[in-house]
């Protein structure tokens, strides 16, 4: 029976908080984890040869599409993430990106985005005519572009985000997300664990069923997400709090 496992995930908080409520799991079960921390394509290649057991997480279908090599196989539906364009609640009177060139509107039209979002937020801006009305992108760094946000919303300045959920933001603030009638941003995906080709073969059925079956939500990431990024916990600890019921979903 296996007592170690290699988990993988790309650096970055969102997959490192779903990792952590993984291991938890595969504690539980008695087996020790290691886990390796990569560039996608890397780590794509030493599951597909091997070298890595578990890979957290794929969002499936889209650009993680090419992780799925001959014999590595998906398990499990941890959540369903999704790109979306959000304003805080104040702004409850706006529901649909149309709205934004249709009414008069009371906050910034500069658009901060994450340079990973920007042809994205790009494709909005042109799909729903918002430059007639004034608006631009401000693309930054990733982590630049979310601390900018995060200030915004401290400030009660925030405008229209163009965010993927989960994200800490979300639970950080009260945000609506608009409706997007033109279906420009990609739609709902789901999270999913790969297994190397053989693992399912191997791993102990009642393990195998746990992580299969193990949900978290969107919302549960982001409130993790949040804990790491804004009150020092790590991602252990985040999932520990998580798993004891002291991190409460927004």
């Known amino acids: ?80 993430p999704g790109t979306r364009c959000y304003l805080p609640d104040s702004n409850s009177g706006f529901t649909s990106l149309n709205d934004l060139t249709e009414k008069e509107i009371p906050f910034s039209r500069t658009i901060i985005v994450q340079d990973s979002l920007r042809q994205q937020a790009e494709k909005i801006i042109t799909a729903y005519n918002l430059n007639e009305v004034g608006f631009t992108l401000q693309s930054m760094p990733d982590d630049q572009a979310l601390s900018a946000l995060a200030d915004a919303l401290d400030n009660n300045t925030a405008s229209l985000m163009i965010l993927t959920d989960p994200c800490f933001l979300l639970h950080q603030a009260s945000l609506s997300s608009l409706d997007e009638p033109k279906n420009v941003l990609p739609q709902n995906k789901a999270a999913h664990m790969l297994l190397r080709p053989g693992l399912a073969e191997e791993m102990d059925i009642d393990l195998r069923d746990e992580l299969d079956e193990l949900m978290l939500s969107t919302k549960i990431i982001s409130a993790m997400d949040y804990a790491m990024r804004t009150e020092g916990l790590s991602a252990d600890e985040a999932a520990e709090a998580w798993q004891r019921g002291k991190l409460i979903p927004r």
């Open 1 to 80: 029976m296996t007592t170690t496992l290699t988990l993988a995930h790309p650096e970055n908080t969102i997959h490192e908080a779903t990792a952590a409520a993984i291991i938890r799991v595969i504690e539980a079960h008695d087996i020790e984890p290691e886990v390796t921390i990569g560039p996608k394509d890397i780590l794509g290649q030493m599951l597909s040869d091997g070298e890595i057991d578990l890979y957290i997480s794929a969002w499936l279908p889209g650009a993680d599409d090419a992780l799925i090599t001959n014999g590595v196989t998906q398990l499990g539906n941890l959540f369903q």
